[in-house]
T-cell receptor, first 114, second 115 residues
């Protein structure tokens, strides 16, 4: 069975500082990896995903994540955060044999302070 | 283009009452998921459907919970009788096709409070 661990439940950071949200997964097979973002009182939205190819994937709003197979990690980074990035971020995995079923981590609340 | 639509957005009900949550997936999508989000347990998959057929309901907590998908554009999640521990945000989500890694689109959630 697959599982996802997000080591930090909350990450406070000042505006314009860099941030890294950590995600580790366990699976006995190849997986697809996702980061979803949930803004207050809203549903989840896909931020970025890794399916194959380049291990570094980017989103349109400056976030990036790197797939590291040896460390079974998919950490999310942004070099300079904005107040508007305040949200909860969820890492998720799916296994090919599980179809489209996602397993989510516990989430990391990013709190950007002025 | 309309996304996944859920109703009601907010519901407060008394313990023992029946609760019905509704979902309209994105038109053309053939997978539909029900998730529950709580502070203690995070996001949990309750059940998912493919072409209106329930595929995996192993996440449904107990017999008080039931889900149906009578057609491709409508699904319900019912709790009868409701209990305070059912208080949570319930998300419906949908996606298209069996291509693994497809993006799953979430509704804005139904915020349930059972008092």
């Amino acid at each position: 069975a697959q599982s996802v661990t997000q080591l930090d439940s909350q990450v406070p950071v000042f505006e314009e500082a860099p941030v890294e949200l950590r995600c580790n997964y366990s699976s006995s097979v190849s997986v697809y990896l996702f980061w979803y973002v949930q803004y207050p009182n809203q549903g989840l939205q896909l931020l970025l995903k890794y399916l194959s190819g380049s291990t570094l994937v980017e989103s349109i709003n400056g976030f990036e994540a790197e797939f590291n197979k040896s460390q079974t990690s998919f950490h999310l980074r942004k070099p300079s955060v904005h107040i508007s990035d305040t949200a909860e971020y969820f890492c998720a995995v799916s296994e090919p044999r599980a179809g489209n079923m996602l397993t989510f981590g516990g989430g990391t609340r990013l709190m950007v302070k002025p | 283009d309309a996304g996944v639509i859920q109703s009601p957005r907010h519901e407060v009900t008394e313990m023992g009452q029946e609760v019905t949550l509704r979902c309209k997936p994105i038109s053309g999508h053939d997978y539909l998921f029900w998730y529950r989000q709580t502070m203690m347990r995070g996001l949990e998959l309750l059940i998912y459907f493919n072409n209106n057929v329930p595929i995996d309901d192993s996440g449904m907590p107990e017999d008080r919970f039931s889900a149906k998908m009578p057609n491709a554009s409508f699904s319900t999640l019912k709790i009868q009788p409701s209990e305070p521990r059912d208080s949570a945000v319930y998300f419906c989500a949908s996606t298209l096709g069996s291509g693994y890694g497809n993006t799953i689109y979430f509704g804005e959630g139904s915020w349930l409070t059972v008092v």
